[in-house]
């Protein structure tokens, strides 16, 4: 129930919610070799596209290292905001956990769906998300962490509509302007327009 769910969230605190999404890199079968499994299920047929995927799959392996080490950073900069990583339901929690275990306010959680962690966290820091489209919905801060961009292979709204940072440092100052609720802000005018250009039936 929603009442269940909301007990134990509250379990958190205050909390920045940090949505994964590197199946590809952190597969939950770990002896899965994800480029040659989409070759077999021929999601992957050309020879450009198996060179494309292939290039995007060792960006994805260099910003997952980056992602896990601006959490790091992220704890200790703010001890006393809790982190909650959200894994993606097809990757695997191991890395996650023992990040978790090093930390006293970061934890992983994979349970319930995504939407009452957003309401609950004071806000989203994700790559290349889709719950960066529901924090926006839902008028949450959303941040951007995207140290290496590769606009061949991604899609460009996620990131449109949120405060993008493309190192630790940077990230680490978007947290401290946009999670102090006496100077949050909502969306921009030119993140709104992101919005309502790519969600037109939301919005009529």
């Not at 993606?88 to 978790?100: D, F, G, M, R, V």
């Not at 102090?180 to 005018?189: E, F, T, Y």
């Amino acid at each position: 129930s929603k009442t269940f769910v909301s007990k134990r969230l509250l379990r958190y605190g205050k909390f920045i919610l940090i949505p994964s999404s590197f199946s590809s890199v952190n597969h939950f079968d770990p002896s899965i070799n994800y480029i040659e499994e989409l070759k077999r299920k021929k999601t992957l047929q050309s020879k450009a596209s198996i060179e494309n995927f292939t290039r995007y799959y060792e960006i994805k392996k260099k910003t997952f290292q980056e992602y896990l080490s601006a959490i790091v950073s992220l704890s200790k900069d703010r001890p006393e905001m809790n982190i909650v990583i959200r894994p993606h339901p097809s990757e695997n929690l191991t890395l996650y956990e023992k990040l978790a275990a090093s930390f006293d306010n970061v934890f992983a959680d994979n349970r319930f769906s995504i939407q009452p962690w957003i309401l609950s966290c004071e806000a989203v820091i994700h790559h290349y998300c889709t719950t960066a489209i529901e924090a926006a919905l839902l008028n949450k801060p959303i941040l951007g962490f995207r140290p290496f961009p590769d606009k061949k292979s991604e899609n460009e709204f996620p990131f449109n509509i949120s405060n993008v940072s493309s190192n630790t440092p940077e990230l680490l100052d978007c947290v401290q302007r946009h999670c102090d609720v006496k100077r949050r802000n909502g969306l921009s005018i030119n993140q709104q327009k992101h919005l309502k250009n790519n969600l037109a039936g939301f919005f009529s």
